[in-house]
Each structure stands twice: as C-alpha cells, then as structure tokens.
C-alpha cells in the first residue's frame, strides 16, 4: 500500500510591523493586512507545495511595543505547535527584530526546528516591496531540509538575502532594504541563485 508523503507544514506567526502594512485607498495611510487573506497580496504563496498555517497576534502591533511578555507568548505559540510543525516564521517589524530573534533564541532551548524572522522595509502592499521576498525565501528556509531533519536548526533573521543568527544580529539602517547584518558571526546561507547552508556555522542539537 502506497502512504502519502506528509506535506512540509509551516506556521506563520503574524506580530505585523511594516510587512504587514497596506495603503488605505481612500485615506493613503497605513492599515495592518489581515492576515487571513495574505495570499491576496502574495499569490506566489498558493505556488508552495507546504501546507502553510498562520497564526496572528491580537491585536497584532508596531514591534516598537513588544516586550518580554510578547516573547513569551512567541515561545508559547512555537512550544504548543512544536510537534505539528516542521518550522516557524515570525512577521515582526524590523525595528525591534534583532532583540526579539535574541530574546527568542535563549529562551527555546535545544531547538530541532527552524524559527525565522522576517519583516520588511516597505509594506506589503507598495508595488517595490521587498516583503515579498522576505517572506517567500524565509518559508523556504524555514521547510528545508537535509537528510530529512531541518537545515536550519535555529533562530536566525532571514533579510535581504541574508540569513543570519539570532543572536548575532543588529539592524543597521532605515533606509536600506539591506538593513540587518551580523558583525560578528559569518552568514548561515548564501541566498542567490541557489540556497546554499553553510553546514560548518550551524548549529545542530
Ligand atoms: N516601526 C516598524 C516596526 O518595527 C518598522 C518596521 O517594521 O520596519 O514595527
């Protein structure tokens, strides 16, 4: 009897910053998506083969108002799905990414499963976001695997093309959609063409 291959499945867990944000039509400023519908604003997302789930934050919120009892319930969310999930990625605003990725990171211990953080520069629903990508890439990373356990173990950041650890990583700009960088610890993958996990730096349990 032939058994199906189980999907890779990924849950999203939707805190909002600026990834989140589209233009109101009618006063031009900024709304938070809803995140039910987010494959209205990336269509590429029904183009995976995962079975993707999200969770979202209510009231979802600017990451400048995150604190340690948000990091708990982040840690909770991924503590309750740790069994029914092959990774996790965390929409959160980039301003306070790096403490939350850091806060996160000592907080799950023995981690066998990627956690990655992404947000963006510009609103998911400005026509040059760079959200997309951010997003599309860190779902990739986060339901990758080698052998078949994840290749990515980690809490890492995943930015501009740029995958870095947690713990390691600080923003550095505005105005840039290269806004993160980890001065002191070389990147976890090269993303171009290909993704290409530098086995050597990561972290296994
Ligand atoms: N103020 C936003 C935040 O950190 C900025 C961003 O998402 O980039 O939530």
């Keep these: 009897m032939k058994t199906k291959k189980r999907e890779v499945s990924i849950l999203i867990i939707y805190t909002v910053g600026t990834i989140g944000m589209v233009q109101d039509d009618i006063t031009g400023s900024l709304i938070p998506i809803d995140f039910r519908h987010i494959s209205d604003h990336v269509p590429e997302l029904r183009k995976f083969g995962y079975d993707l ?27 309750e799905g740790y069994n029914d999930f092959d990774g996790f990625v965390i929409l959160h605003g980039t301003d306070t990414m790096a403490y ?23 609103p998911i629903g400005l026509l040059r976001t760079d959200g997309k990508e951010n997003l599309i ?16 173990p980690e809490v890492c950041i995943y930015f ?30 090269e993303v171009g063409l290909h993704l290409r996990y530098f086995n050597n730096l990561i972290r296994y349990p």
Excluded at 138 to 146: D, G, H, L, R, V
Excluded at 160 to 189: I, Q, V, W
């Design 53 to 79: 789930h999200s969770i979202s934050f209510d009231p979802v919120q600017d990451s400048s108002n995150i604190d340690p009892d948000v990091w708990v319930k982040m840690a909770e969310i991924i503590e």
């Design 100 to 122: 939350s990725a850091s806060a996160l990171s000592f907080m799950l211990e023995n981690l066998k499963k990627p956690v990655i953080f992404t947000g963006s520069q510009l």
């Design 137 to 152: 890439t860190a779902i990739e990373i986060a339901a990758a695997k080698e052998n078949n356990l994840s290749a990515v």
């Design 160 to 189: 501009d093309n740029k995958l870095t650890r947690g713990n390691r990583t600080t923003k550095m700009s505005a105005e840039h959609f290269d806004a993160f960088y980890s001065p002191n610890f070389s990147p976890l993958a």
